[in-house]
Nanobody, 120 residues
Framework: QVQLVESGGGLVQAGGSLRLSCAAS????????MGWYRQAPGKQRELVAT???????NYADSVKGRFTISRDNAKNTVYLQMNSLSPEDTAVYYC??????????????WGQGTQVTVSS
């Protein structure tokens, strides 16, 4: 079994910052790409940022310059530092990862989501 567990969400005022964490646990051989997605009420889930195993990153245009994705491969953990938050960033944030378990092929996993609410 593999689990992705997010933490760090909460309520923050506009202009503030939050740091999300997502730890992968279980029978893990290797983690490839990791990323963060978000879903606001009434909207589709959208990409926020991704990071490869060697640290290459990709960001949605809406968060470039404000959000930073990073990872600690030794801890099987991905982070999302969010600065200059605005009410438009309010959403449930989901962690995502491509994980190879021992003796198995690669599967895509999702976390349970963490709520981020930005007040104006």
């Amino acid at each position: 079994q593999v689990q992705l567990v997010e933490s760090g969400g909460g309520l923050v005022q506009a202009g503030g910052s939050l740091r999300l964490s997502c730890a992968a646990s279980g029978n893990i051989f290797r983690i490839n790409d990791m990323g963060w997605y978000r879903q606001a009420p009434g909207k589709q889930r959208e990409l926020v940022a991704t990071i490869t195993s060697d640290g290459s990153t990709n960001y949605a245009d809406s968060v470039k310059g404000r959000f930073t994705i990073s990872r600690d491969n030794a801890k099987n953990t991905v982070y999302l530092q969010m600065n200059s938050l605005s009410p438009e960033d309010t959403a449930v944030y989901y962690c995502n990862a491509d994980i190879r378990r021992f003796g198995m092929t690669i599967y895509n996993y999702w976390g349970q989501g963490t709520q981020v609410t930005v007040s104006s």
